[in-house]
Protein backbone atom coordinates (compact mmCIF):
# COMPACT_ATOMS: atom_id res chain seq x y z
CA UNK A 1 0.00 0.00 0.00
CA UNK A 2 2.72 2.24 1.17
CA UNK A 3 3.99 2.13 -2.97
CA UNK A 4 1.41 4.63 -3.89
CA UNK A 5 2.51 7.74 -2.88
CA UNK A 6 6.17 6.52 -3.63
CA UNK A 7 5.17 5.99 -7.17
CA UNK A 8 3.00 8.85 -7.94
CA UNK A 9 5.91 10.82 -6.65
CA UNK A 10 7.95 8.69 -9.09
CA UNK A 11 5.78 9.98 -12.15
CA UNK A 12 5.88 13.19 -10.75
CA UNK A 13 9.41 13.97 -11.36
CA UNK A 14 9.34 12.00 -14.41
CA UNK A 15 6.98 14.36 -15.74
CA UNK A 16 9.09 17.17 -14.83
CA UNK A 17 12.00 15.62 -15.92
CA UNK A 18 10.77 14.86 -19.54
CA UNK A 19 9.76 18.33 -19.88
CA UNK A 20 12.85 19.84 -18.67
CA UNK A 21 15.01 18.13 -20.64
CA UNK A 22 12.66 17.59 -24.12
CA UNK A 23 12.43 13.69 -23.38
CA UNK A 24 9.12 12.52 -25.54
CA UNK A 25 8.75 9.49 -24.20
CA UNK A 26 10.29 7.11 -21.23
CA UNK A 27 11.27 3.19 -22.59
CA UNK A 28 12.54 2.11 -18.91
CA UNK A 29 13.21 2.93 -15.84
CA UNK A 30 15.97 1.46 -13.44
CA UNK A 31 14.82 1.89 -9.94
CA UNK A 32 17.32 1.14 -6.72
CA UNK A 33 14.97 -0.38 -4.13
CA UNK A 34 16.54 -0.79 -0.31
CA UNK A 35 16.29 -3.75 1.65
CA UNK A 36 14.99 -1.94 4.51
CA UNK A 37 12.59 0.36 2.68
CA UNK A 38 9.83 -2.05 2.58
CA UNK A 39 9.27 -1.75 -1.13
CA UNK A 40 7.97 -4.59 -3.20
CA UNK A 41 9.00 -4.15 -6.90
CA UNK A 42 5.31 -5.76 -7.75
CA UNK A 43 3.39 -3.48 -5.86
CA UNK A 44 5.49 -0.45 -7.73
CA UNK A 45 4.83 -2.53 -10.93
CA UNK A 46 0.77 -2.50 -10.19
CA UNK A 47 0.53 0.59 -9.04
CA UNK A 48 3.07 2.20 -12.13
CA UNK A 49 0.71 0.55 -14.77
CA UNK A 50 -2.13 2.49 -13.55
CA UNK A 51 -0.71 5.82 -12.75
CA UNK A 52 1.57 6.04 -16.01
CA UNK A 53 -1.45 6.53 -18.08
CA UNK A 54 -0.95 9.46 -20.33
CA UNK A 55 2.12 10.32 -18.78
CA UNK A 56 5.12 10.48 -20.50
CA UNK A 57 6.72 7.34 -19.20
CA UNK A 58 3.78 5.43 -19.87
CA UNK A 59 4.15 1.30 -21.01
CA UNK A 60 7.66 2.27 -19.81
CA UNK A 61 9.79 -1.04 -18.32
CA UNK A 62 10.49 -1.03 -15.00
CA UNK A 63 13.81 -2.52 -13.55
CA UNK A 64 14.62 -3.08 -10.26
CA UNK A 65 17.94 -3.72 -8.48
CA UNK A 66 17.63 -4.45 -4.66
CA UNK A 67 20.44 -3.07 -2.53
CA UNK A 68 21.76 -3.80 1.21
CA UNK A 69 21.93 -1.70 4.27
CA UNK A 70 25.14 -0.88 5.18
CA UNK A 71 27.04 -1.52 8.46
CA UNK A 72 29.77 -0.15 9.77
CA UNK A 73 32.17 -1.85 12.61
CA UNK A 74 32.62 0.54 15.81
CA UNK A 75 35.52 -1.43 16.83
CA UNK A 76 37.78 -1.03 13.36
CA UNK A 77 35.74 1.21 10.88
CA UNK A 78 35.29 -1.15 8.61
CA UNK A 79 31.89 -0.87 5.97
CA UNK A 80 30.02 -3.80 5.11
CA UNK A 81 26.90 -4.88 3.37
CA UNK A 82 24.17 -6.48 6.01
CA UNK A 83 24.34 -10.19 5.23
CA UNK A 84 22.13 -12.14 7.87
CA UNK A 85 25.01 -10.80 9.99
CA UNK A 86 25.85 -7.77 12.19
CA UNK A 87 29.56 -8.97 12.59
CA UNK A 88 32.40 -7.22 11.33
CA UNK A 89 33.82 -9.77 8.57
CA UNK A 90 36.87 -8.55 9.59
CA UNK A 91 37.61 -8.22 13.14
CA UNK A 92 34.41 -10.00 14.33
CA UNK A 93 33.58 -6.74 16.12
CA UNK A 94 29.70 -5.09 16.21
CA UNK A 95 28.41 -3.49 13.10
CA UNK A 96 26.13 -0.53 13.48
CA UNK A 97 23.81 0.43 11.02
CA UNK A 98 25.08 3.40 8.00
CA UNK A 99 21.79 5.79 8.55
CA UNK A 100 19.59 6.48 5.18
CA UNK A 101 21.81 3.34 3.78
CA UNK A 102 18.70 0.31 2.97
CA UNK A 103 16.01 2.79 2.55
CA UNK A 104 16.40 3.64 -0.96
CA UNK A 105 13.71 3.91 -3.28
CA UNK A 106 15.88 5.89 -6.49
CA UNK A 107 15.85 6.12 -10.71
CA UNK A 108 19.69 5.56 -11.22
CA UNK A 109 18.82 5.28 -14.70
CA UNK A 110 16.36 6.13 -17.45
CA UNK A 111 16.61 5.12 -20.98
CA UNK A 112 14.80 7.56 -23.54
CA UNK A 113 13.57 8.00 -26.96
ZN1 LIG B 1 35.67 -4.53 12.45
Redo the contacts with the bound molecule.
Keep these: MHELPAVENLIRTLDEETEARNISRIKAIHIVIGELSSYVGECVQTYFDLLSQGHSCEDARLYFRHVAARFK ?1 T ?4 EFDHDRDFT ?1 P ?4 DGKLVPGTGKEFLVEKLETD
Excluded at 75 to 78: A, K, P
Aim: hydrophobic share 10%; aromatic share 0%.
Design positions: CSCGHCLCGG
